[in-house]
């Protein structure tokens, strides 16, 4: 197998699939070419003379230009490259009509059928605080129903603790508010206390009238500057719950009740190689199943937007994607932070340049399919098919976002590996095999194989039913150790 991968045919750049020596000759198009340098896995080199201000082309698109002339056989990265991206463009709307031939499934998953006719892919036992001021004493419940009864039959039981719900206003105050509310009425949870402590901002009254209908009979509360002792409040409540989860029995659902968030972090030079296009091409499938994927990150969405932009099944829908795009880049100012200040130290040491070469690789798990709705945060999914959510690219707070518009489970994709895990399933799949060698206990799936020669539709089937078996109960590596949490979007200011 060769060393290297031109990834289009328009490229004037190759990616090094394995590490390539100073003075190596590599066969590129027929022709001879020296490696000028060192070339590190992941990192690209030039396949072609490329002068000072000349685009480079990668994927097909510009990542950048040249801040002076690159010879043939050079390595080419942030010391030569910078990004042509800048402050807020005009947009057109130049629909493409994605239409895919997908065939359909007969697959189900086994997952827990809720009141409302939502799926749950877990049945968790959850205390959501509406402040950080009880975390503590919710915890204190958490262990006393841990310890005093039988609980084998629920698969979690845990506080989501945070640090927000006081001293917050305006949009942060409503993100943290809209944020609890999601998570207070997730299908993966068959039962939620939510714990007040009574003179915070957000208060419990407030709270009941955002969440509009939901289970009364899953869904508990307690105030506990009103009652004597919240702990033991807490515990009767929550013993209550346990009990009516005894009846709780997963059953055979359809694909279409399945909402998927797509999401990657600690990127390396393989991300829009392996594991990216993997998950764009589930995402098709799902969607082709009458299923439901949301891609989010923003910002790693600069540079790459006209591709989304352009798949929008409406004029209006490609509207709320320019506003989507543009207000986040206005945040960005509103708080004198430079707009194109990524990729990061772990990206670059992993072979991407700029932010462009980052998004032109993060928005292929969104696969090819229309764009159907643009969310807000903590906004519930109320179309099937590819929607866009507006979050950050930070990884604790976008695989929280996905989760709160509705995901039951995340895909994520890393070339660097991370342990942590939303409040929902979120599986790691690795784009190159020695991570996922390396890190076992981090890693769920190995999409390097597809750097190894192995046919993409064979691995792609392999990942769907992996996901089908974690959507039926298996669980994932961060669900063994426990790494569970939350992440809210915060904004602005704190009192």
Excluded at 3 to 10: A, E, F, G, T, W
Excluded at 226 to 247: I, N, P, T, W, Y
Excluded at 417 to 431: A, C, E, L
Aim: with cysteine.
């Amino acid at each position: 197998m060769e060393k290297y991968l031109q990834i289009h045919p328009h490229d004037n750049v190759c990616v090094a699939i394995d590490a390539i020596a100073e003075g190596d000759l590599l066969a590129i198009n027929g022709e001879a070419v020296i490696a000028k340098n060192a070339i590190e896995t992941g990192h690209k080199f030039a396949i072609r003379p490329i002068a000072e201000g000349e685009d480079i082309i990668k994927y097909g698109y510009p990542i950048g230009h040249a801040v002076s002339d690159i010879a043939t056989g050079e390595h080419v990265h942030t010391h030569n490259v910078k990004t042509n991206l800048h402050d807020n463009l005009e947009y057109q709307y130049n629909p493409v009509g994605a239409k895919l031939d997908i065939p359909q499934s007969n697959l189900t998953f086994k997952g827990y059928k809720r009141y409302n006719g939502e799926a749950g892919i877990r049945n968790e036992l959850w205390i959501v605080p509406t402040v950080g001021c009880v975390n503590g004493q919710a915890q204190a419940i958490i262990n006393r129903i841990k310890n005093e009864l039988d609980v084998s039959h629920i698969d979690d039981i845990r506080v989501f603790s945070h640090n927000y719900g006081c001293s917050q206003l305006g949009d942060d105050h409503e993100n943290t508010k809209n944020a609890l509310v999601a998570l207070a009425k997730h299908p993966n949870a068959g039962g939620v206390l939510v714990m007040s402590l009574g003179c915070e901002n957000n208060q419990q009254n407030e709270f009941k009238l955002a969440m509009g209908t939901f289970d009364e009979d899953r869904v508990k509360f307690v105030i506990s500057q009103d009652v004597a002792d919240e702990v033991e409040a807490g515990f009767e409540m929550m013993s209550e719950l346990v009990e009516k989860m005894r009846a709780d029995k997963r059953e055979d659902l359809p694909l279409s009740l399945l909402k998927v968030g797509l999401k990657c972090g600690g990127s390396d030079g393989f991300s829009g190689i392996t594991a990216n296009p993997l998950v764009g091409r589930f995402s098709d499938w799902l969607i082709a199943q009458g299923g439901t994927t949301i891609l989010t990150e923003v910002p790693e969405m600069f540079g790459a937007e006209t591709i989304l932009m352009n798949r929008c099944t409406t004029e209006q829908v490609f509207d709320d994607t320019v506003a989507l795009i543009n207000n986040f880049k206005t945040y960005f100012r509103k708080h004198d932070q430079p707009i194109y200040e990524n990729p990061s130290p772990g990206n670059k040491k992993g072979g991407i340049s700029t932010l462009e070469d980052k998004s032109l690789g993060c928005t292929q798990k969104g696969g090819n399919s229309e764009v159907v709705a643009v969310l807000d945060y903590a906004e519930p999914v109320k179309v099937k098919g590819l929607n866009l959510l507006n979050a950050p690219g930070n990884d604790l707070v976008a695989s929280t976002a996905l989760a709160l518009s509705g995901c039951q489970i995340v895909l994520f994709t890393t070339g660097r590996g991370t342990p942590f895990g939303s409040f929902v399933p979120t599986m790691k799949i690795s784009t190159n095999t020695r991570l996922f060698d390396f890190k076992k206990n981090w890693i769920d799936f190995n999409a390097g194989v597809l750097l190894e020669g192995r046919d993409k539709d064979e691995v792609t089937q392999e990942f769907a039913d992996f996901i089908v078996e974690v959507a039926s109960g298996k669980q994932l590596k961060h669900e063994l150790t426990g790494f569970k949490e939350i992440a809210i979007f915060k904004m602005g200011v704190t009192l």
